[in-house]
């Protein structure tokens, strides 16, 4: 039992790239998330999933998409990377409200 | 101003000493009330929860929820270097689609 995992666990960016942060569970949860965190700034909502094939916008979904074709997966992409998405993106599932289960984190530099 | 508010430390203790950790908050619609650890370079994993208000005690921890004052707190008794971390607190009503709005975290060091 993995858990939450997410691939990659660092990547450097150049301004104007893209790439697809990658987020698995095997929790058979319903919920995901992809969060960024900044100092100072704490947890922030990227976007969220509440069931296969769904997804909505949270705090934070400017420049970001996602998808959720399927239950265990979740990707975020970065269409045209900018410097001021330098940060560490963390995803999480749920299996309910108060529950939330981290992956590792990615460390993401664009420069 | 935040629906969250978290004590920004840092917080410096010696070991054994009983650490206090808070949050006030803003939304009387919260229900779950939980606190994470986060270990330097990881990510978070849930500690405690409480459901509405009142004490919970796991251990050294002890978490405890006042919804009159909008007030929660994390207390650590008999602290070791082990629990050095950042503490994010974090609340949610239970209808939200399990999205939960955190605090900024305070970072704790219990020095041997």
């Known amino acids: 039992n993995a858990g939450v995992t997410q691939t990659p666990k660092f990547r450097v960016l150049k301004t104007g790239q893209s790439m697809t942060l990658l987020c698995a569970q095997d929790?058979?949860?319903?919920?995901m998330y992809w969060y960024r965190q900044d100092p100072g700034m704490g947890l922030r909502l990227i976007h969220y999933s509440v069931g296969e094939g769904t997804t909505a916008k949270g705090e934070v979904p400017d420049g970001y998409n996602v998808s959720r074709l399927k239950k265990q997966n979740f990707l975020l992409g970065l269409e045209s990377a900018a410097p001021s998405q330098t940060s560490v993106y963390f995803c999480a599932s749920s299996p309910r409200s108060w529950e939330q289960y981290f992956g590792p984190g990615t460390r993401l530099t664009v420069t | 101003q935040k629906e969250v508010e978290q004590d920004p430390g840092p917080l410096s203790v010696p070991e054994g000493a009983i650490v206090s950790l808070n949050c006030t908050y803003s939304?009387?619609?919260?229900?779950?009330f939980m606190w994470y650890r986060q270990y330097s370079r990881k990510g978070p994993e849930l500690l405690m929860y409480?459901?509405?208000?009142g004490n919970k005690e796991d251990g050294r921890f002890t978490a405890q929820v006042d919804k009159s004052s909008k007030y929660i707190s994390l207390f650590i008794r008999d602290s070791q270097p082990s629990d050095s971390a950042t503490y994010l607190c974090?609340?949610?009503?239970?209808?939200?689609?399990?999205?939960?709005?955190f605090g900024d975290g305070t970072t704790l060091t219990v020095k041997p």
């Open positions: 939304n009387s619609a919260f229900q779950y």
């Open positions: 409480t459901y509405s208000s």
């Open positions: 974090a609340m949610t009503v239970n209808t939200n689609a399990g999205k939960s709005t």
């Open positions: 929790m058979n949860h319903e919920y």
